[in-house]
């Protein structure tokens, strides 16, 4: 199963938002509302921010947001963060129950 | 609080094998989740490696699944990797992490990542 796609890097500035997009296939994006993000800053561990595609882990900011339409996954980010300058990776559930498989995305640098 | 440690040596020579073990404390394995590998060579994305659960079942991503192989010890709550036949392409942080499967889908608490390096 390939990679998920997601630009290599994206930017903004403090106060604006921005959307980091994961495009996967109908056997793991486009089939399943788990994709979860996470949020890497260098020389970290990553850490989970969204969940079944829009759900927040307590502690998250509420300026992130996750979205899907079709194979293609969202993150949101507003009210940019000197903080949130950071590496980002998508990740989707695909394959079957009996042969479950998990698929990251190739990671997205943010500069704020 | 729950965390994880990775362990292990940080160089290995090509064609042997790279072993790993992740402690986890503040939860124990035996009372659910299932707990993952996931690497990352240098330079680019995270790669899901394989899972298992603490019954001991497991799954691995098919792109490795010859040489893989993941292990529980619930006694000592810990779990154990181990990637045979190593090359160059090999070279990595390896993390470990608990990895919610079922009800939900997510990795929820990582371990801090080792450097492993394959060379002669």
């Known amino acids: 199963q390939s990679a998920l796609t997601q630009p290599a890097s994206v930017s903004g500035s403090p106060g604006q938002s921005i959307t980091i997009s994961c495009t996967g296939t109908s056997s793991d994006v486009g089939s399943y509302n788990l994709v979860s993000w996470y949020q890497q800053h260098p020389g970290k561990a990553p850490k989970l921010m969204i969940y079944e595609v829009s759900k927040r882990p307590s502690g998250v900011s509420n300026r992130f947001s996750g979205s899907k339409s079709g194979n293609t996954a969202s993150l949101t980010i507003s009210g940019l963060q000197a903080e949130d300058e950071a590496d980002y990776h998508c990740c989707s559930y695909g394959g079957s129950s009996t042969f479950p498989n998990w698929v990251f995305g190739g990671g997205t640098k943010l500069t704020v | 609080q729950v965390q994880l440690q990775e362990a292990g040596p940080g160089l290995v020579k090509p064609s042997e094998t790279l072993s790993l073990t992740c402690a986890v404390s503040g939860y124990s394995i035996s009372s659910g989740y299932y707990w993952g590998w996931i690497r990352q060579p240098p330079g680019k994305g995270l790669e899901w490696i394989g899972s298992i659960y603490h019954s001991g079942s497991t799954y691995y991503n098919p792109s490795l699944k010859s040489r893989v192989t993941i292990s529980v010890d619930t006694s000592k709550n810990q779990f154990s990797l181990k990637l045979s036949s190593v090359t160059a392409a090999d070279t990595a942080v390896y993390y470990c992490?608990?990895?919610?499967?079922?009800?939900?889908?997510?990795?929820?608490?990582w371990g801090q990542g080792t450097l492993v390096t394959v060379s002669s």
């Open positions: 992490a608990r990895q919610e499967y079922g009800d939900s889908d997510h990795f929820d608490y």
